[in-house]
């Protein structure tokens, strides 16, 4: 084998190895009528929840199904300001700046952002 053909090969794993070690974030960004948020991958808006703290989440049972989580697969990585929480049912769910991620049961399409405020200001639009 040639120098040039070996040096293509460890070129080419080397791409491999970053491109695992760095995947894509869990969010996108889009623009409503009260800024720039953060969405799940269908471009629903996201939330954070103030009772939220430490890294846990306090939004579980009937709370979790108006608040549905931004879950993470067993095969997820974290990085560059997000991080990945255990729940208190043993899943795993995304977070942003160390604050758990949620959409909100009642945004019915991309760009709503009705939960903002909710629960006497509680919830908030999780902002880049």
């Known amino acids: 084998m040639t120098i040039s053909i070996r040096f293509a090969f460890a070129a080419a794993a080397s791409l491999a190895l970053i491109s695992s070690a760095y995947a894509a974030p869990p969010t996108k960004t889009a623009t409503t009528a009260k ?10 808006t996201l939330y954070t929840f103030d009772k939220d703290a430490g890294g846990k989440s306090a939004c579980n049972g009937p709370c979790a199904t108006n608040w549905p989580v ?25 977070a942003y700046k160390g604050k758990p991620l949620y959409t909100f049961a009642k945004d019915q399409k991309p760009g709503d952002v009705t939960g903002d405020g909710f629960l006497n200001g509680a919830w908030h639009l999780a902002m880049p």
């Open 70 to 94: 931004l879950k993470a697969e067993a095969s997820d990585k974290a990085g560059d300001n997000y991080s990945i929480i255990t729940r208190d049912d043993g899943s795993k769910q995304w």
């Open 35 to 44: 800024g720039s948020v953060l969405t799940d991958g269908k471009g629903m």
